[in-house]
């Protein structure tokens, strides 16, 4: 394949509603879109770091800045052998993964269209549709926590998540226990404890989490092994997952038994799927995280999300938890606590350049 033009663009998207992490939160997001051409095809996807350096280091800004002054320039005109292969000449850089999974996913886009198949039968997905979770703020209050998980559970979600942090955590969660005796749920901690806190997080145990997203730094491992040894929920690393090389370290020293898995996280589809691989042979489940993505990068996130080891709810929700109106059609929906599968070329939606063009903020061409 051959990338001849590149196009990146950033536009903002106000969420419905503020969403409050333990590490931070968001409500207007900073959608940086990436469109690849090359041999009469196009790819698209979309950078998922945040507007600050809160969930990981990468922001917009820093992957507008990676992307147009060092990536996108070093891949036009050339001959790649595949998605992967378009980062071959930027090799040398260290990190950045969201930065360079944009490019790597757009690259999965094309490959599939080059194809004629979704995006879905390119990696490998054999599923056409997936189980889906949503993923529930912190709250003021646990009226307003009840309230919204009430929605969720009668728009039918397969699982909730509930974003916990020190003083917002076991009673709240038995609250909810109490008034949802069947309701699947799990926490996350975004990082917001330490291993002194594991008898707080053992009295966890006895609500029935599906697990508990990581409780500790999000760049530890050797602790999150020690705390699993401590209680009975299983732990799920996100934030410290980047690399199949963690992926390898975290099962060897038994640091949890479920990781969420995020393409822009572990820097493509490719690594992505590597991760599930492992996963899979270690006999341990995987489920496809969030971004607070737009259409486009949830396309990927489905998509990726159809492979066999994808077993637990991913927080794929619908377009409209998140969007007063998508910058895709059709737009992502949610029946019976699954979403269907694109079946069309490539990411399968549409993407409304137009719209997009209208709400642009900024642009860079390279080609
Ligand atoms: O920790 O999984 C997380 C959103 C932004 C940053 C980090 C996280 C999240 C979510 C939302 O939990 C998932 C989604 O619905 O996209
Ligand atoms: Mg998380």
Request: aromatic share 6%; glycine share 10%; hydrophobic share 40%.
């Amino acid at each position: 394949m051959k990338i001849e033009r590149a196009v990146l663009r950033e536009i903002p998207l106000r969420l419905k509603e503020f969403f409050e992490i333990s590490s931070g939160g968001s409500q207007d997001r900073r959608v940086v879109l990436l469109t690849l051409e090359g041999e009469g095809l196009e790819g698209w996807s979309e950078c998922v770091a945040a507007g600050d350096p809160s969930y990981a280091y990468e922001t917009a800004d820093t992957a507008w800045h990676v992307l147009t002054d060092f990536i996108l320039p070093s891949i036009i005109g050339r001959e790649a052998d595949g998605p992967e292969d378009l980062l071959t000449p930027v090799g040398w850089i260290r990190g950045h993964g969201m930065a360079k999974a944009a490019v790597e996913m757009a690259g999965w886009d094309m490959a599939a269209r080059a194809d004629g198949v979704s995006l879905s039968k390119k990696l490998g997905g054999t599923r056409s549709s997936v189980p889906v979770g949503v993923s529930v703020g912190l709250k003021p209050t646990d009226e307003a926590l009840h309230e919204q998980v009430a929605g969720f559970i009668a728009d039918g979600y397969a699982r909730v998540k509930i974003k916990i942090k020190p003083g917002r955590d076991v009673d709240m969660l038995a609250g909810l226990r109490t008034r949802f005796p069947d309701v699947a749920f799990m926490a996350d901690a975004n990082s917001a404890y330490t291993l002194a806190d594991a008898p707080r997080l053992r009295e966890m145990d006895a609500l029935q989490l599906m697990m508990i997203e990581q409780p500790l730094r999000y760049d530890d491992f050797l602790q999150h092994a020690r705390l699993q040894e401590l209680i009975q929920t299983s732990v799920c690393l996100d934030e410290s997952i980047k690399s199949e090389g963690d992926t390898e370290l975290a099962l060897e020293l038994g640091s949890c038994r479920i990781i969420n898995i995020k393409p822009g996280r572990v820097g493509g589809l490719g690594v992505s799927r590597r991760i599930h691989d492992m996963m899979v042979a270690a006999g341990l489940p995987v489920w496809c995280g969030g971004m607070l993505e737009s259409g486009v990068g949830r396309a990927h996130n489905v998509a990726l999300a159809s492979l066999p080891g994808f077993t637990l709810p991913g927080d794929i929700s619908a377009s409209r938890r998140y969007w007063e109106q998508d910058i895709v059609s059709p737009e992502f929906e949610v029946a019976d606590g699954e979403m269907a599968v694109p079946t069309g070329v490539g990411i399968g939606v549409e993407v409304d350049v137009e719209r997009i063009e209208a709400l642009t903020t900024r642009v860079a061409t390279f080609g």
